[in-house]
T-cell receptor
Framework: KAGVTQTPRYLIKTRGQQVTLSCSPISGHRSVSWYQQTPGQGLQFLFEYFSETQRNKGNFPGRFSGRQFSNSRSEMNVSTLELGDSALYLC??????????????FGEGSWLTVV | QKEVEQDPGPLSVPEGAIVSLNCTYSNSAFQYFMWYRQYSRKGPELLMYTYSSGNKEDGRFTAQVDKSSKYISLFIRDSQPSDSATYLCAMSAGWTGGFKTIFGAGTRLFVKA
């Protein structure tokens, strides 16, 4: 069974640009959540999508947004990139919503460097 | 004070040693407790998942949750060089605004052959 797939794996962007990251969940999983991981702040929750609706949101500015499609695939967008957005962005999928105690399975992540 | 505290290490042990990794937390609402292993430049991999207090064993790994002390532990028996990784604790709870999962900072473990 294929795991969570994230693309692209590595990318470099310039300050002020915007970026879109893609995530394909494990087959049959309907919840997709996104996380940012940095050496300074660790792993932080961005948001969760379930049935194409955002169900939970972490404490990040509005520049961070996402969406989920009918096939459960998800995209995350960061606009007006700042140097501090350089991080590993992780997508995780679960069978049901996080609030039901479903365990999450992470992808390999997308390494974003903002210069 | 952070909601979840985890010693970042690094922790260096010889092969075959018993490793003890710990996290403390402040929010008594946490109900679900997880341990993840993350190798360098990879995504976290779920190792153990526990609901509420108690022990759970899986092979060389044992997870303990003590809700009264707000303390969770992961024990690794007969540690191997392949166990060298960063170990993240995580805990989740529902609240009126939704649901949240908080991760510890991660402990870097080195197992020397």
């Amino acid at each position: 069974k294929a795991g969570v797939t994230q693309t692209p794996r590595y990318l470099i962007k310039t300050r002020g640009q915007q970026v879109t990251l893609s995530c394909s969940p494990i087959s049959g999983h309907r919840s997709v959540s996104w996380y940012q991981q940095t050496p300074g702040q660790g792993l932080q929750f961005l948001f969760e999508y379930f049935s194409e609706t955002q169900r939970n949101k972490g404490n990040f500015p509005g520049r961070f947004s996402g969406r989920q499609f009918s096939n459960s695939r998800s995209e995350m967008n960061v606009s007006t990139l700042e140097l501090g957005d350089s991080a590993l962005y992780l997508c995780a999928s679960s069978l049901g919503q996080l609030s039901s105690g479903n365990t999450i399975y992470f992808g390999e992540g997308s390494w974003l460097t903002v210069v | 004070q952070k909601e979840v505290e985890q010693d970042p290490g690094p922790l260096s042990v010889p092969e075959g040693a018993i490793v003890s990794l710990n996290c403390t937390y402040s929010n008594s609402a946490f109900q679900y407790f997880m341990w993840y292993r993350q190798y360098s430049r990879k995504g976290p991999e779920l190792l153990m998942y526990t609901y509420s207090s108690g022990n759970k064993e899986d092979g060389r790994f044992t997870a303990q949750v003590d809700k009264s002390s707000k303390y969770i532990s992961l024990f690794i028996r007969d540690s191997q060089p392949s166990d060298s990784a960063t170990y993240l604790c995580a805990m989740s709870a529902g609240w009126t605004g939704g649901f949240k999962t908080i991760f510890g900072a991660g402990t870097r473990l080195f197992v020397k052959a």
